[in-house]
């Protein structure tokens, strides 16, 4: 099976609120699942499938609206999607966008991860990158110029 097709099954399944069993089958047992989150660091990755099903379940059907874009190049697959959703019963609408990052080998999912907020997260990552190129450059300890008040001369 196509590998963008293995995980569209998959999504498909997640986004619709439908059980998750009938496609479990596509996660290796020891599947790593992540939820990455921008500016925190907390959130850990865990393993099996038990993690990725608690997970959606606790979001529930809250989504009205998704639009999903598919692209992959060998065993990595990277679902793009848009959604809009109302907040509880207070009749607010939002909107989101989210990354699904996959790594697909021998016809099984083996790592998962789940961007939230993606482009906070996309800005993080490039202040990270920014800050890495810095320290390596040398650049990151590099203090501030000094400026001197003026000497007054006396007329």
Not at 66 to 72: L, M
Request: charged share 25%; hydrophobic share 45%.
């Amino acid at each position: 099976m196509d590998n963008i097709l293995l995980v569209k099954g998959l999504v498909d399944r997640i986004l619709l609120g439908e059980d998750l069993d009938p496609v479990l089958h596509l996660l290796a047992d020891d599947v790593v699942f992540k939820v990455a989150v921008a500016g925190d660091p907390a959130r850990q990755s865990t393993s099996g499938k038990e993690a990725m099903v608690e997970y959606f379940q606790q979001l529930g059907d809250i989504v009205a609206f998704w639009r999903v874009q598919y692209s992959g190049e060998g065993e990595h697959v990277l679902a793009l999607g848009r959604e809009s959703f109302t907040i509880g019963n207070c009749d607010i609408d939002a909107e989101s966008e989210f990354a699904l990052v996959f790594d697909v080998y021998d016809g099984l999912i083996t790592r998962f991860m789940v961007v939230e907020d993606l482009s906070a997260f996309i800005k993080d990552v490039q202040l990270t990158r920014l800050r890495r190129r810095l320290e390596n450059a040398g650049e990151a300890t590099i203090e501030p110029a000094r400026v001197e008040a003026p000497t007054l001369i006396p007329a």
